[in-house]
């Protein structure tokens, strides 16, 4: 079934990313992956893994986790990280990714937190978890909403439960962080005609050093690399609306679609092509292309 509705490579490289109908907050990738490697990177909702086969390596902010069959990985909105093969053979794996929505929503039902609900650890032994993230995937693609709803909040509800707390809310009362909240406001504003950091201090009566470390202590990742993450977010909107790769491409401020191509790549895990083609099928049959 899965090799009918993906993306294929090199080296036997397969990837599906897409959504699933009837569960609304939920985007899933199935893949196996040997040379490919996804670039820094973040977020707007959540990530939820879980490896089947080798190992995966993810680089998190205070150091590199090896994902190994049984284990869970959970990394919260908005933090920066990239992934490889640990092993030469590669790893395959499925995941969730849950939109803040959906885990606020299952958070207030079963737990007592306050504020953001967030993921404690980054990594876990927890094979009855790892084994409802593929049951979430098989029953999507089998088309049954009802069963990939269920999965998905016994999924989370059960991770809430165990390793769930609040996220620290972000301060933005340090002048520092006023900065870079500004700089970050400008860049969304002129995604597509950003100024360069020189520029871009100037406007904000810094210095170019100053305002790239308020950027990464703000949000993990220097200006340039953070606005290419947010391009590749804002063209998934854009192809997920209808829009073609080299509509999408120039609208967000890449020089053309082979630029859109190798960046969407390297953060979503597919091609900007393959994944306008998935949310294509999905808005109009309603569920998987049949195998």
């Avoid at 992956?33 to 820094?40: E, L, P, Q």
């Avoid at 090896?66 to 053979?89: C, D, L, T």
């Avoid at 995937?137 to 390793?163: F, Y």
């Avoid at 995604?191 to 009566?205: H, K, Q, V």
Wanted: hydrophobic share 40%.
């Amino acid at each position: 079934m899965e090799r009918a509705a993906t993306a294929t490579g090199r080296d036997g490289e397969w990837a599906r990313h897409w959504h699933c109908p009837g569960v609304p907050g939920l985007d899933l990738l199935r893949a196996c992956y040997v040379r490919h490697s996804f670039a820094r990177h973040s977020h707007e909702g959540y990530v939820l893994g879980a490896v089947r086969r080798g190992i995966e390596d993810v680089r998190m902010p205070d150091g590199t986790i090896s994902a190994v069959p049984g284990s869970v990985v959970m990394i919260n909105p908005e933090v920066p990280h990239s992934a490889r093969a640990g092993v030469p053979e590669g790893w395959s794996y499925a995941t969730l990714y849950p939109s803040r929505d959906l885990v606020a929503e299952v958070a207030a039902e079963i737990t007592t937190l306050r504020g953001t609900p967030g993921f404690a650890e980054t990594i876990v032994e927890d094979q009855e978890t790892s084994r409802l993230i593929h049951e979430v995937h098989r029953a999507a693609e089998e088309g049954n909403a009802l069963a990939a709803d269920s999965l998905v909040r016994i999924a989370l509800a059960r991770m809430l439960r165990l390793h769930g707390f609040s996220l620290p809310v972000r301060r933005s009362g340090a002048a520092a962080a006023r900065t870079a909240a500004a700089a970050r406001e400008i860049l969304l504003e002129r995604m597509d005609r950003p100024p360069p950091l020189e520029g871009l201090a100037y406007e904000l009566g810094t210095d170019p050093f100053a305002l790239l470390r308020a950027y990464k202590a703000a949000y993990g990742l220097p200006p340039h690399t953070w606005l290419t993450n947010a391009r590749v977010q804002r063209a998934r909107l854009l192809l997920d609306a209808g829009a073609t790769p080299a509509d999408a491409a120039l609208a967000v401020g890449f020089s053309d679609q082979p630029h859109l191509n190798r960046h969407f790549t390297r953060i979503v895990g597919v091609p900007p092509g393959a994944y306008r083609r998935e949310r294509a099928r999905t808005y109009k049959t309603g569920g998987p292309p049949p195998s």
